[in-house]
């Protein structure tokens, strides 16, 4: 069974711009996080989406949003990209009713 | 807010040498995570444990959750280089769905 799935791998945006992350999770699976890895902060969690909803969102400002759509998969957009937004973007898939997550290879994007 | 602290953050040892990884935790986890991972990728699952006072061996690996699921542990028996990398250990809060990671154990085994 394939993994879970993103692209692109590496991005380079400047400041101001928006940029669009996509993730496709493993086959079954319905549920899709997403997280930001920094080396000051580590892993956080931007948000959680099931049934094409979102079901709940970490600490982060209005500028990252996601959706996913009826397929399961999902995308991320972070507007007015800021250089703190530098990070390795992960997105995870779980099966319903089930705590273990599965991480993709990751999104790298440097803001310059 | 859910916290997690991992312990030690670094760990250079030699092969054959065991070693133990903590992460620890005041509040209490529906489940336990443990990942490892590589330079630029994504975490790899190594195991969930979810009863308190459960312990899963795997190979060489065996990860143990405290018994009122706030604490885990990771231990390695005579460690290989192969072994090398960042560790983490992540609970999971099932009111948010959301992962608390650790903030990783970097290990480096030396031939």
């Known amino acids: 069974k394939a993994g879970v799935t993103q692209t692109p791998r590496y991005l380079i945006k400047t400041r101001g711009q928006q940029v669009t992350l996509s993730c496709s999770p493993i086959?079954?699976?319905?549920?899709v996080s997403w997280y930001q890895q920094t080396p000051g902060q580590g892993l956080q969690f931007l948000f959680e989406y099931f049934s094409e909803t979102q079901r709940n969102k970490g600490n982060f400002p209005g500028r990252f949003s996601g959706r996913q759509f009826s397929n399961s998969r999902s995308e991320m957009n972070v507007s007015t990209l800021e250089l703190g937004d530098s990070a390795l973007y992960l997105c995870a898939s779980s099966r319903v009713r089930t705590d273990t997550q599965y991480f993709g290879p990751g999104t790298r994007l440097t803001v310059l | 807010t859910q916290l997690l602290e991992q312990s030690p953050q670094f760990l250079s040892i030699q092969e054959g040498e065991n070693l133990t990884v903590y992460c620890n935790s005041s509040?209490?986890?529906?489940?336990l995570q443990w990942y490892r991972q590589e330079p630029g990728e994504g975490p790899v699952l190594l195991v969930t444990v979810v009863t308190g006072g459960e312990v899963k061996k795997l190979k060489r690996l065996t990860f143990q959750f405290g018994d009122a699921r706030k604490d885990s542990s990771l231990h390695i028996t005579a460690a290989q280089p192969g072994d090398t990398g960042l560790y983490l250990c992540a609970g999971m809060d099932t009111g948010r769905r959301a992962l608390t990671f650790g903030s990783g154990t970097r290990l480096q085994v030396q031939p």
């Open positions: 509040s209490v986890f529906s489940s």
């Open positions: 086959s079954g699976h319905r549920s």
